[in-house]
């Protein structure tokens, strides 16, 4: 089978972006965040104990543009950007569909994942404000791995609670982020009180991102040279992840691509606001009239397809402001599904904004049907999917199904979130049968 034309979009380095995006310039009657005590309005002074003055101009800025800092440029070039949007042909022949299947390679980044740009720029604000430590929290592990390597760029110190159930289940991640000489422990812990507070309750808890928020906030509200990275929910992680998206459009003007389809998974909202707020600007722009962006999420913690949109703590222990937001409850345990980063409560308050104004839609997936997925991208494009990436994959192969039945040669394009090399244990139930499906979470 001769290779297409577009089977793989390159960009320069030179076109790497040179600004972020902020959507929440375009969204109208956006609700703002509530402090948790006083129940008003946050103001920059409420972040302090926590974020940097930069982080905390950026969480509440309403600039349609922001410049992205020539270090943290000269720096996303040693995460791969920008990075090649692929066309998986072999897929392709294989669904026998007319359909055309794109992806965007966030999994070639040396991190594994599409975490390393808002990394980067979370570590220099903090590095230029005089911060020498930084806490975070991580589910699948992502989220601790690029912070961890990043903060050796900067000469700062990283802390990450790793979310039980994936800590458990992924030990190398454990190994990575020591050799990039971070601290790792399993969520909830005995380093903070909360975390006691939690294992003390419920001593055999899988635990979640909601514990292991308020364990890193409560570590970084102690220590005024110390403060909080997150990887995904909030305003500003939102806007570091365009630099996906609007290279995305780069490639699609390249190779006079017409997206029928934009689909990226979604659990708290970074790589899909990453790869389709830039999009969305577009579209609500006139352009790409005709195309549907789906969000999609697994069944274990449905925030968009079933939860409430509400205010809600992003966090368990109600440390953090109150969000406008899609969300299953703040004291919402998922079950302990492979797809650890995808197992949150809530929903960015900017996605969550975006799909009750109609502007993408949302599906949800067990997790056996989203491991089958990953396993026939792998045989056909000999690629292994992080579990998070599966689901996105899933949805773009259902597409592409559609497709096939109706006999319409659609383009539907996905994002590659990243790799699942770290993975192999939820291949190997999926291989052999023994893979559970999605168990309905509880609530504290």
């Not at 909030?234 to 806007?239: G, P, T």
């Not at 109150?322 to 703040?330: A, D, K």
């Not at 040669?409 to 291949?427: E, M, P, Q, W």
Request: charged content about 20%.
């Amino acid at each position: 089978m001769a290779i297409p034309k577009d089977a793989r979009i390159t960009l320069s380095p030179e076109e790497i972006p040179k600004k972020w995006y902020n959507i929440a310039a375009d969204l109208p009657n956006l609700k703002p965040m509530i402090h948790p005590v006083t129940k008003e309005p946050v103001k920059p002074a409420d972040f302090e104990a926590i974020f940097c003055k930069p982080i905390i101009e950026q969480e509440l800025s309403k600039e349609r543009y922001i410049d992205i800092p020539e270090e943290v440029r000269d720096n996303l070039m040693a995460l791969n950007r920008p990075s090649p949007l692929q066309r998986a042909y072999r897929l392709e022949k294989y669904l026998k569909t007319p359909a055309k299947i794109f992806f965007k390679r966030e999994d070639m980044s040396p991190l594994g994942s599409h975490k390393g740009n808002t990394a980067l720029a979370q570590a220099y604000y903090n590095a230029e404000s005089g911060i020498h430590t930084l806490t975070t929290e991580t589910g699948a592990g992502q989220w601790g791995t690029a912070l961890a390597m990043v903060s050796n760029l900067f000469d700062i110190k990283a802390t990450v609670f790793m979310v039980k159930g994936s800590y458990d289940a992924k030990p190398l991640r454990k190994t990575i982020i020591h050799t990039y000489g971070a601290e790792i422990y399993s969520s909830p812990s005995q380093h903070t009180e909360f975390g006691k507070k939690i294992l003390r309750e419920h001593p055999d808890t899988s635990g979640s991102l909601g514990i292991a928020i308020s364990e890193a906030c409560e570590m970084a509200a102690k220590d005024p040279g110390t403060c909080y990275a997150l990887g995904s929910v909030m305003n500003h992680v939102m806007l570091h992840q365009t630099v996906i998206g609007e290279e995305v459009l780069k490639q699609f003007a390249q190779a006079e691509i017409e997206p029928d389809y934009m689909i990226a998974c979604v659990g708290g909202g970074s790589n899909f606001a990453g790869f389709t707020f830039p999009f969305l600007r577009e579209k609500m722009h006139g352009k790409f009239q005709n195309s549907e962006v789906i969000a999609v999420e697994p069944k274990a913690a449905p925030s968009l397809t079933t939860g409430e949109y509400r205010y809600d703590y992003g966090d368990t222990a109600g440390m953090t402001p109150l969000m406008y937001m899609y969300t299953l409850g703040s004291n919402f345990i998922p079950s302990a599904i492979h797809a650890g980063g995808l197992r949150y409560h809530g929903m960015s308050p900017l996605v969550s904004a975006a799909f009750d104004q109609h502007k993408i839609t949302a599906v949800s997936y067990d997790q056996p049907a989203t491991f089958d997925a990953g396993i026939l991208f792998a045989r056909t494009e000999g690629i292994i999917p992080a579990p998070e990436s599966c689901h996105a994959l899933k949805c773009a192969i259902d597409k592409a199904l559609e497709c096939k039945a109706k006999n319409e040669a659609k383009t539907i394009v996905f994002n590659l979130s990243g790799h699942g090399l770290l993975d192999l244990a939820g291949y190997e139930q999926a291989l052999d049968g023994t893979l559970p499906s999605s168990a309905v979470g509880d609530h504290y």
